[in-house]
């Protein structure tokens, strides 16, 4: 074995981690972001915690099929094609759910109460998702892995939830200012749309 081909058989095992960690992670934050969110009425938090399962589910499709992706082979890369337009219908959803709850709030419906457990998840999370997201990128184009870096994305993205989530959750707490949590959640709107589009469209990053 050359020294290149251990170098990329590290790389691949690498990676592998990085999507496994990805998974236990999300696992973990969607459950703690859904119940802090549900207990304290906060849209934000609830779909903060629904974006960490799309991530789950990104992350669980790569796992499962990452070995034929980095083989190249075509059947392969249509498959992951595939799973890249599912991930994009999960994006719209989520905006839509997102607008429509916030919308809600605004017009008169109940006042999200404050969470300090929710700051903490959100901090913890703008602290990890960048060097974890920006990792699974460049073991993406190492490998020429092009599923892999649309998953990278979605990690990207988590990072500018969680600025928008602690802003708003930490505004409620400090300040009592009810409206940015709802406010914070339709700051993640076009972003999200703009990732779903992406990746129904199947649209290269750059």
């Known amino acids: 074995m050359t020294f290149?081909?251990?170098?990329?058989?590290?790389?691949?095992?690498?990676?592998?981690?990085?999507l496994v960690f990805t998974l236990l992670y999300n696992v973990g934050e969607g459950i703690i972001a859904i119940g802090s969110g549900i207990v304290?009425?906060?849209?934000?938090?609830?779909?903060?915690?629904?974006?960490s399962f799309i991530e789950v589910f990104a992350a669980g499709v790569l796992l499962w099929n990452f070995g034929n992706l980095i083989s190249g082979e075509e059947g392969?890369?249509?498959?992951?094609?595939?799973?890249?337009?599912?991930?994009?219908?999960?994006f719209f959803a989520l905006a839509a759910y997102i607008t429509a709850e916030a919308v809600f709030i605004l017009a008169g419906g109940s006042e999200p109460r404050e969470s300090l457990v929710g700051i903490g998840l959100a901090v913890a999370s703008l602290i990890i998702m960048p060097a974890l997201g920006l990792s699974k990128r460049n073991c993406a184009r190492r490998l020429c892995v092009s599923a892999l870096e649309r998953e990278s994305v979605e990690t990207l993205v988590c990072s500018y939830l969680s600025i928008t989530l602690v802003l708003g959750l930490v505004l409620n707490a400090a300040w009592g200012l009810w409206w940015a949590d709802p406010i914070a959640a339709l700051a993640m709107v076009p972003y999200v749309l703009k990732e779903g589009w992406e990746a129904w469209q199947g649209e290269d990053d750059d």
């Open 4 to 18: 290149v081909d251990t170098d990329r058989s590290a790389l691949i095992r690498y990676s592998r981690w990085l």
């Open 40 to 51: 304290a009425g906060s849209i934000a938090l609830v779909g903060f915690g629904l974006d």
């Open 76 to 90: 392969h890369e249509r498959t992951a094609r595939r799973v890249e337009a599912a991930i994009g219908v999960t």
